[in-house]
């Protein structure tokens, strides 16, 4: 069941985060939609510009599709993650889009309203909501790699998107893309949140590279022939708890996902080398993806909200 950004941000805000996950192959779009449809509260299918190069853009909707008839109970938003002019343009287009998200946070900061702004435009036309970017996350996102961590200027957050008219921001508090977000002490910025808050009121916001990098996945990867760096950590519970009491309502989660997939495939054929069947290893990883996604939802649901 489709539903629509604004009302969810609205009736999430303050009392839960809504899991936005990124999703490439049919595994991964039956996982959470089967995860989804097993807990009170909605999800967000993620889609990158790269997804839609690896997979195609029919075939990947067609998946997304028949999962919405095959999970009905589902409430879904479905969203293009980090895209260009041209990637958003194409999206709002397709009529399949309930969001875009127009990613020119490496822009200055007046190209970057310029950019937004014309994709707000656009978007609202066609009644699709739209996520903007303010500050830099370091890390890699699919084939981008980003340059120097910026957190979101709290003085400059309120005038972005009034200008913009963007409805919901993204915001670099601390964390960063990939399986590498914190060392040592490192941890989610609270203070900065709590200004970006208190400069915007009750305006959506959204954590981007939100996972948790469970270690034990870690260490089973490894001890499967994997090489991960083991001297880093994902995002707590408790500090995505922390982070949705200060106005985050929408949570993105894309590494636990491909590090459930490389830690269920490497064992698999450590154990069983003499297999080939990817059906075998597939069906694993939907059934450990829904339970993943159940978790996560859960995890983001505020204590006594």
């Known amino acids: 069941m489709r539903l ?3 009302e969810m941000f609205a009736r999430a805000y303050g009392r839960y985060g809504v899991a936005a996950f990124n999703v490439f192959t049919a595994e991964q779009v039956r996982g959470v939609f089967a995860g989804a449809s097993g807990v009170n509260v ?14 195609g853009q029919e075939i990947l909707q067609g998946m997304i599709t028949a999962a919405e008839r095959a999970y009905p109970q589902a409430g879904v938003v479905v969203h293009l993650d980090h895209g260009d002019t041209q990637h958003c343009l194409s999206a709002i287009e397709s009529g399949f889009y309930d969001s875009v998200m127009i990613d020119a946070s490496h822009e200055p900061y007046e190209r970057n309203i310029a950019l937004t702004k014309n994709i707000v435009d656009r978007a609202h036309e066609k009644g699709i909501a739209v996520e903007a970017e303010l500050g830099v996350l370091a890390g890699v996102e699919d084939d981008r790699i980003g340059g120097e961590a910026r957190h979101t200027d709290p003085t400059q957050a309120a005038e972005f998107v009034d200008r913009s008219g963007c409805d919901s921001l993204a915001v670099a508090v601390g964390t960063s893309h990939g399986a590498y977000k914190f060392k040592g002490a490192m941890a989610l910025n609270i203070g900065v949140l709590s200004r970006i808050q208190a400069a915007l009121p009750r305006f959506p916001l959204v954590l981007h590279g939100a996972s948790g990098v469970p270690q034990e996945e870690v260490a089973r990867i490894n001890r499967a022939g994997g090489t991960l760096k083991t001297d880093s950590r994902g995002i707590a519970p408790e500090e995505l708890q922390g982070a949705i009491r200060r106005g985050v309502v929408k949570v993105n989660i894309a590494t636990d996902l491909r590090l459930l997939w490389t830690r269920v495939c490497r064992e698999f054929f450590r154990d069983t080398p003499e297999m080939f069947d990817p059906a075998i290893p597939g069906r694993t ?3 450990e993806l829904e339970l993943l996604v159940g978790q996560k939802c859960r995890e983001l649901i505020v204590e006594g909200a």
């Not at 299918?45 to 839609?52: D, F, L, M, N, S």
């Open 285 to 287: 990883y939907m059934q």
């Open 42 to 55: 909605p999800v967000i299918i993620q889609i990158t510009p790269a997804a839609r190069k690896y997979m």
């Open 4 to 6: 629509k950004p604004q």
